[in-house]
């Protein structure tokens, strides 16, 4: 079977022939990406709805305010801003009132009322002064109101509990729509708080101690809230919703002051609230409260990744963006594909390119320090190399320790020679807390002993096994049981076992290895050991595709390295794992002298006969791996399979 070559094992990238730098490039935000959020925007704004609610399904790692201000600039309208101001309630001193001002009013508003007051005080005639603030603010009747009462008040010569009369909460001063992101917030934070004062041993408290909360100062427009922090605090989402549906912004005090009588009024609310988070904090938020669907009824899916064959210039741009945004220095062309070939190994496909922000611009960073570091005027794709060589180096030091146990012989693992029932296998650690995950390889050992046919998993006995690869194990069974059993049982039993793992395991991907063992103990044939496997099965035999493919094969690769290249050997990988390759440059460079191999292969009976260098044929034939295994199992039940007459001519024929 013919091995990949080397040019199949990375991307390959087409950039415009005249671009040099990426500065020539012209920058789009991440918004420009996301025609999904767009169209979300576009809907939102439009939308004929009392505080509406728009959740986007995204991913760690994105710049959400950043869109919803992109998105806002374009679609947002303005005239639902306002100011808020909070008044003593002339009536009730202590239920204060608010006042809902034109928006970038409120500064001229207090100015206007202390004249009024100065001149009603001194009984003077303050009627255009009046006019004055009813006509700038369309003839408010809430405004209006008060405005009488204090005339009425001052012609009483009653008091005040503030000598300011205007709490100015919230002013837009620059008319912009307020985009407010909230993190990591207590309920105070979010809602706004009542202040108290003592004096001599009394409390008490008035509008100027009121303090607005982030949903007052998004009045008017949106709201951002990871739902990661309504998960955390419950209560808080059921309070947000409250205040969605009932328009007004509740009140709280401290628990300690509940009993003393203040009670201001609840200010209007007039927002967007966009929830984001991934889909599994969306699930759990609609546990929590099942009425998410209905009011939460316009969503839209963050996307994080790019199609790099539709429309790679502006994948580029996003690129261009991202440096200008973090003032780093530019890039020559290679340095650009070498980024493109980075962001692609993130996403684990060749044509597709990573959004994610974080990730992308922690790379460019580290290449910026050191192209800054080397004097460069731009960052050259060295610098780009030189940053994951020395990225690598700080993260590596379980690989080195894993390395070390081959190099002391303590892990026993074969890259040359043959075994019966032995064979590599691959596996990916993920370990909490470590921004990597490594490819290890593992040996598979399988045993046959007289029994009822059934394949014993030792790691799903141990407990040491997750459902995923219970389920693996039983399609290999099945598999077995179809092709050897369909007559008859078989009267072999097998135990198949991960060797020197002693942590939980779980997926499928190691299916097709496993599979490969026992049916070489069952044909007692060999194994070539210079091979690793990855793949999972069918109970048909079909071969399909894993993940983390690129880390399980450099897994291998180092392990070969260690005992030493010999040239034959490499990885049997699914074939329709191929647009999944992006491996380092030492393994792609070995792979072009021709000192390591990859070979996809779609079927079993493929992986087999690359694994013992047989035929794999049918189980008719007995000079075939499947014939030999069909006759032991005959022979074993009592019964021996007769070829058939046609089989038999043919065999004497040949």
Known sequence: MQSLSHIELNPVFTLPTELTCLKEVAALPFSALQQRADSAFSTLASLNAHNPILLLNGFSGADYEELVQNLVQQYAKHDALFDLCYAENLR????????????????????????????????????????????????????ADYLSLLAQNVASEQGFTHPVLINQMIHRTDLQVPVIYARQFTPEQLFGAIHFQTEQGTVFSHHHLLEP???????????????????????????????????????????DVASFYFQPEPAPLDIHLILVGDRLAVAELYLLDPELDTLAFLRADII?????????????????????????????????LRLCRYSCRLTEHQHRLSLVEAQLVAMMQLADVIARRDGAPLIQEQHIKQAQVEQDYRLNFMVEQGDLGVRDGQYLLQTQGQEVGQINGLSVLQITGHPYDFGEPVRLTATVHLGDGDVSDIERKADLAGHIHAKAMMIIHGYLANLFGAEHPSPLSANLVFEQSYHEIDGDS?????????????????IYQHFAVTGAVDQFGNVQPVGGVNEKIEGFFRLCKIQGLTGQQGVILPASNRLQLNL???????????????????????????????????????DTLFGRIRDRLDELNGHRHEPSLLSRLFRGAR
Not at 586 to 593: D, F, L, P, Q, T
Request: net charge negative; with cysteine.
């Open 510 to 526: 190691a299916s097709l290895t496993g599979l490969c063992a026992l049916l070489s103990a069952l044909a007692k044939e060999p």
């Open 304 to 336: 994080p990744e790019w199609n790099a064959e539709d429309d790679l210039p502006r994948y580029l741009g996003f690129l261009a963006h991202l440096q200008q945004k973090h003032q780093l220095l530019d890039m020559d062309r290679n340095a650009m």
């Open 584 to 622: 380092s440059d030492e393994v792609a460079a070995a792979i072009k002298a021709g000192q390591f191999h990859i070979y996809p292969v779609s079927h079993v009976e493929q992986a087999i006969e690359l694994l013992t260098g047989c035929v794999a044929g049918d189980v008719e034939q007995p």
């Open 213 to 255: 909360g982030l949903i007052h100062q998004a009045n008017g427009g949106y709201l951002i809230v990871p739902i990661e922090e309504l998960l955390v605090q419950p209560n808080v989402w059921f309070r947000l919703k409250s205040a969605l549906v009932t328009r007004c912004i509740e009140w709280t005090r401290a628990a």
């Open 92 to 143: 009730h001193p202590q239920k204060p009132i608010w006042l809902r001002l034109k928006a970038g009013t409120s500064t001229v508003f207090c100015e206007l009322v202390g004249q009024l007051l100065e001149l009603t005080t001194r009984h003077l005639d303050a009627e255009h002064i009046v006019q004055r603030i009813l006509k700038k603010q369309d003839y408010d009747e809430k405004v």
